[in-house]
């Protein structure tokens, strides 16, 4: 009789464990759909514009800009400033269309005017989840966005990676905004 009551509770506490889940486990909803109000303006007239005179040119501007940067101006901040962040959905690390689109410009932008240079790829999250997980999925989402632009040509060598987390939100605030804003890799030119 004793024996068949430990196991009768025993069996109960499995039971309630396997159904309650665990303690650590965190609910987390989907994420819903943000779509910015439509908003309508009235068309208002514009008034007839004069024709202004063609204008001669010599030589094409965008030839005398681009033989006029040096290596030095190559690696100052505006050249820093042409790598575009990539964002990421939640809880995700895996790249959209839109983010190897980004990835793909940040990568010609790389390997034309930053060569020998050595990019950090910092990887950052929402403020949701534990800062140990956001921390991992901080570096994954770097290391997502390293591997794919060493498919593009860039050379594994001269990028790193480092997982900030939710330590440095782009953005304050608790709503979806705010959050889409924080999940993202951001590109910074060490040397």
């Given at each position: 009789?004793?024996?068949?009551?430990?196991?009768?509770?025993?069996?109960?506490?499995?039971?309630?464990?396997?159904?309650?889940?665990?303690?650590?486990?965190?609910?987390?909803?989907?994420?819903?759909?943000?779509?910015?109000?439509?908003?309508?303006?009235?068309?208002?007239?514009?008034?007839?514009?004069?024709?202004?005179?063609?204008?001669?040119?010599?030589?094409?501007?965008?030839?005398?800009?681009?033989?006029?940067?040096?290596?030095?101006?190559?690696?100052?901040?505006?050249?820093?400033?042409?790598?575009?962040?990539?964002?990421?959905?939640?809880?995700?690390?895996?790249?959209?269309?839109?983010?190897?689109?980004?990835?793909?410009?940040?990568?010609?932008?790389?390997?034309?005017?930053?060569?020998?240079a050595k990019i950090q790829i910092e990887g950052?999250?929402?403020?949701?989840?534990?800062?140990?997980?956001?921390?991992?999925?901080?570096?994954?989402?770097?290391?997502?966005?390293?591997?794919?632009?060493?498919?593009?040509?860039?050379?594994?060598?001269?990028?790193?990676?480092?997982?900030?987390?939710?330590?440095?939100?782009?953005v304050a605030g608790n709503d979806e905004g705010?959050?889409?804003?924080?999940?993202?890799?951001?590109?910074?030119?060490?040397?």
């Amino acid at each position: 009789m004793k024996k068949s009551m430990v196991l009768l509770l025993a069996g109960i506490s499995m039971s309630a464990l396997l159904t309650a889940g665990c303690a650590n486990k965190e609910a987390v909803k989907k994420e819903e759909a943000v779509v910015p109000p439509v908003s309508v303006e009235k068309a208002v007239p514009v008034a007839p514009v004069e024709q202004a005179q063609p204008v001669e040119q010599t030589a094409p501007v965008q030839d005398a800009v681009a033989s006029a940067v040096s290596p030095q101006e190559a690696m100052s901040p505006v050249a820093e400033n042409r790598l575009e962040t990539v964002y990421f959905d939640f809880d995700k690390s895996d790249l959209r269309q839109d983010t190897r689109d980004v990835l793909s410009k940040n990568a010609e932008v790389i390997l034309k005017t930053l060569a020998g240079a050595k990019i950090q790829i910092e990887g950052h999250t929402d403020e949701r989840g534990s800062a140990e997980y956001n921390l991992a999925l901080g570096e994954r989402r770097a290391k997502s966005a390293q591997q794919y632009l060493t498919t593009l040509g860039v050379k594994a060598e001269n990028t790193s990676v480092i997982s900030y987390g939710e330590e440095k939100p782009a953005v304050a605030g608790n709503d979806e905004g705010a959050w889409a804003k924080n999940r993202r890799a951001e590109f910074v030119v060490v040397k």
